[in-house]
């Protein structure tokens, strides 16, 4: 994208069995955040590799900050609101942190944690997908215990098969098989220790341009080349696990193929992001467009003066055929820009988000 834009802060919930690797997972994140400054939301500090980190502070109230621009706060559900409020309160009118990640404890149900999530009114939050962490080696005696991981799976958006080290290459493939079978139209991505791309879930900043002290990363950048990473063995392939697909078009979206192209996503394309020209359809707005996993919403607003009409995208899944979805954008372009289709832009518009509906959409997405 060629510029950022004053959007809402995506606010991802991170879900999974007790002892899945959430923490892991999150303390990988932290560890790998570049200059993204990350929230986290935890039910209590107990695994979180704060020490490592070189805490920069404790903030009292349950909240302490991370040497890398990081903010973990320790919370019961009952208090998210509240928590959510404290991190994205803007510092100087801009947004103190890139994203927030709220770690359900092993029992939570992660359902009610995304309804939350959804029907707060706090403006400055959009919500941004549920990952589920699965153990592959117990996978198959977790579902018999407790079947409901069936049901977690199909509302995930994102599921990681964690702890592919403790099982050989064929298990691995079956027990994979298995997690797409059940999740739907998830994206499923097999991982150790956490080792996910963090690109998969939110935009990563260049470290540069952090603002503030020597952090974690700075500190500690041989971990990028093996270095004391002990676990850096377990998964040589960070990148290979998702594709990506960046299309940009000076001809303007036709607003009814976009919306049949969106509606009819394939499986594993987990999440979209960027601008759209709808040229006739709306000249004065461009429609930033955000989709993770089944949500989907469009943001217009007014195009910024001097900028070039386009419309740029970057979809990023796993499994996903680049150069079909390339194809099909393509074809999603309009045949004649100029002429005005009234009813063409209401199958955008039903992704306009009037905050007054986030019941609704709580319905609507799980
Ligand atoms: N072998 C192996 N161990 C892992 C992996 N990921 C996490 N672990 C270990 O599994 C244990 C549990 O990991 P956590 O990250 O604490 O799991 P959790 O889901 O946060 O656990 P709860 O908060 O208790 O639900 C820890 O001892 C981790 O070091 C992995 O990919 N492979």
Redesign the pocket.
């Known amino acids: 994208m060629s510029k950022a834009s004053p959007q809402q802060i995506p606010v991802v919930v991170l879900a999974?069995?007790?002892?899945?690797?959430?923490?892991?997972?999150?303390?990988h994140l932290l560890h790998r955040s570049g200059g993204t400054r990350i929230g986290a939301i935890v039910?209590d500090f107990?695994?979180i590799e704060i020490d490592a980190m070189a805490v920069a502070g404790q903030l009292g109230d349950s909240t302490v900050a991370l040497g890398n621009g990081c903010l973990c706060c320790a919370v019961d559900a009952s208090e998210l609101d509240v928590y959510l409020d404290k991190l994205t309160r803007p510092v100087n009118d801009m947004h103190a942190i890139d994203v927030i990640v709220i770690?359900a404890?092993?029992?939570a149900e992660p359902q009610e944690l995304v309804r939350m999530v959804l029907a707060s009114d706090n403006p400055r939050i959009v919500y941004g997908g549920l990952i589920e962490?699965v153990?592959?080696?117990e996978f198959d005696a977790t579902r018999e215990k407790h079947p409901e991981v069936e049901r977690h799976l199909g509302i995930a958006d994102l599921v990681v098969v964690?702890?592919?080290?403790?099982v050989g290459p064929d298990e691995r493939e079956r027990v994979l098989g298995v997690v797409r079978a059940a999740a739907g139209r998830a994206a499923v991505v097999s991982?150790?220790?956490?080792?996910i791309d963090p690109a998969l879930l939110f935009d990563c900043r260049p470290t540069e341009e952090r603002i503030g002290q020597l952090s974690f990363d700075d500190l500690h950048k041989h971990d990028d080349h093996g270095g004391d990473d002990e676990?850096a063995a377990?998964d040589g392939h960070l990148h290979a696990a998702y594709d990506s697909v960046a299309f940009t078009s000076e001809v303007p979206m036709d607003p009814r193929r976009l919306i049949a192209f969106l509606d009819s996503r394939p499986e594993g394309l987990y999440r979209i992001k960027g601008y759209v020209d709808f040229g006739a359809g709306d000249r004065d707005n461009r429609y930033a467009v955000h989709a993770v996993g089944r949500f989907l919403r469009f943001y217009p607003e007014p195009w910024p003066s001097g900028e070039e009409r386009l419309t740029q995208l970057v979809l990023i899944g796993s499994g996903i055929d680049a150069t079909a979805l390339g194809k099909q954008l393509d074809a999603a372009k309009s045949d004649a820009p100029h002429a005005v289709d009234e009813q063409g832009m209401w199958g955008v518009l039903r992704y306009v988000q009037d905050k007054g509906e986030a019941e609704e959409v709580a319905d609507y997405v799980l």
């Open positions: 999974g069995f007790l002892g899945s690797g959430k923490t892991t997972l999150l303390n039910n107990g695994s770690e404890s092993g029992i962490v153990d592959t080696a964690n702890k592919g080290d403790r991982a150790s220790y956490g080792r676990h377990h």
